[in-house]
């Protein structure tokens, strides 16, 4: 039972990183239809902007909480311009080409950013020291001790505080309506005044962001991150949209929680060599059942 | 051109510079480094400088360019120049094309690394062939191709290695173990659209690679199999002395001993193996099932009216491209002699389906040219090793967004009911 509960708070803190990213590729799912390989990699960046300036905070020796929230603006920021540079650059031009172009051209920018953090980065993988320590212990008297770390707490109640401030935007500003109308019909929302291109900027710009976080997690959470780091985490979070049901919002973040307990599980208590294959057998058999996801919209056919 | 025009171009440029100081800043302007215990950063601004002014005069010379409104122009009417002629002459050039590669081992400039460099390229246009049925004609949209192509090689490897059978009989072996995993594969999937369809056979491609890494009893983990025997020219072997009682290909024929025979001999083995894959999809899209992938492509629903079954139709489209995968895995296999689940990752179907997207979907020879291009390039660009992949997704980004529809756009049905009426 208590190795269950640990398992459960490793599994949502996990699923919390892979909901952030999920967002994004339901985001940009949902408004222009295409699957943005390159997210992933944008994630790779968050982390090594994170990672740069948590070197760079480290030295001046400010207190932890200040760093905490000047290396996420920071790491937001930069890596919000990586994602509005990769839609300028890759996928705007093609808006309105056939399917699967902006497939391709995003597999193309995917393979450039991982490749050019490569050559500027170095191939090795970068260790970072551990910021955070200690955490909270349960179950004190039983045989196996509950631990949940402070950065676990940190790392969830960020995710639920960025989670709500996301959710407002999207549902009660203009800006999250424009998004919301783009999404129905880009044609007859550009003829009511908006500007589409600019709301679809701002979509990139607030995925990107939101995978800089988890990024900034991922380096806090595992203390190593690399250049390729970005293509599993990505394809992950891309499951996890899915199994969602791609488009929808909830959706994203519900299937980050269910492929990271889904993994986290696998791993405890089957094999930990399979804990990948768990979640892609999960998402080939959710898709059986439920060909959108859980909270997809189903697919309706018109001649 | 106006002088307010330059001023707006100007302040543009700087703009661009500021975005390029914020993407190339931190990445590239703080490289981190490992000394010791802890990560140190050394600033290499230099670098940045150069980039950024790079990005603000490029921007510059294209604005003033489009304010002349010439923007491109050149590029445009070369690439449609150049794909009229292609698309008129694709007939002539599919012939020269394979007259060249026959005689291409021969041509007096041919060496080892032009020949290594053209089998390459053959395996990758016979995989983009493959695809080129499940994704071009079928439509069905395939990312975890590698799958296939690593059934094929690690089943030609384990027979091989373990009943010592020759390449002859092993390769339509892992023709049909690929092909049935294509129809493993495609069942689940076969209510799917679009990129439900695409996440899922990623995903498949995926638990492949991570069950051949760790399926250590029959596939030797990460460590991969090796001294996976070679081809023989029809029980000939290429050794310079064989064993004993055995003539080897250079006795036999009363040659000088080369080690170009057996390269030459594998060149000429995928040049038939992806003419066969070739021809195969010319005669099927003929056929009936050929071109109720067509139709399928274009419309399911009216596919389901006409009668035509879907389950059926998408079945074989994926167990026949994957069976064509299969034997290039085999002959990737022997080629090798030594296999590993790192030959067979993500960015190999990525490379794939660029090459059948690029290339123009559904049309044969541009999946050719797509092949002799992408590989080129990351050839050309060999010297500068970190370099190569950077170029290899800059011309997949750039050939996308300059020629959406492919080198060659083949979207044409392969029949029509009344013939072609123009």
Redesign the interface.
Known sequence: MEYFIQQLVNGITLGSIYGLIAIGYTMVYGIIGMINFAHGDIFMIGAFVALISFIIFGLTGVALPIILLLVLLIAMLFTACYGWTVEKLAYKPLRGSFRLAPLISALGMSIVLQNYVQVSQGARVKPMQPLFSGGLEFFKNSEFIVTVSYLQIFIVVLTIILMGIFTYLITKTDLGRAQRACEQDRTMTALLGINVDRTISITFIIGSSLASVAGMMFVLYYGVIDFYIGFLAGIKAFTAAVLGGIGSLPGAMLGGLLIGLIETFWAGYVSLEYKDVAAFSVLIVVLIFFPTGFLGKPDIEKV | MEKKDIIQSFKDSLFTGL?AL??F????G?????KGE????TPQWGVVFLLVGLCILGRFLININSARRTEFKIFSTLSSKFSSITEDKAKHFAITGILFAVVFPFLPFTDRYFMDVAIMILTYIMLGWGLNIV?GLAGL?DLGYVAFYAVGAYSYALIATTFGWSFWICLPLAGVFAAFFGILLGF??L??????L???T???G??IR??L??WYEVTNGPDGITGIPRPSFFGLPFKRSPDEGETSFHLFFNLEYSTMHRIIFLYYLILVLALITNYFTLKIRKLPVGRAWEALRED???CKSLGVNPTNTKLTAFAIGAMFGGFAGSFFATRQAFISPESFT??ES?II??IV??GG?GSQTGVVLASIFLIGITEMFRDLE??R??A??????LI??FK??GILANRKPTILMHGDKK
């Open positions: 975005i914020a993407l800043g931190p990445i590239v703080l490289r981190t480094v490992s802890g990560l140190f950063i994704v949209l689940p999937v209510r799917l659209r679009g990129d439900y695409a996440i899922v990623l995903g498949f995926e638990i991570i069950i890494i760790n399911e629903i009216a993500f960015i990525a389906v660029a997207v690029l979907m970190q370099f992949m950077i290899f997704g800059g011309a997949m980004v996308m967004v959406p529809k």
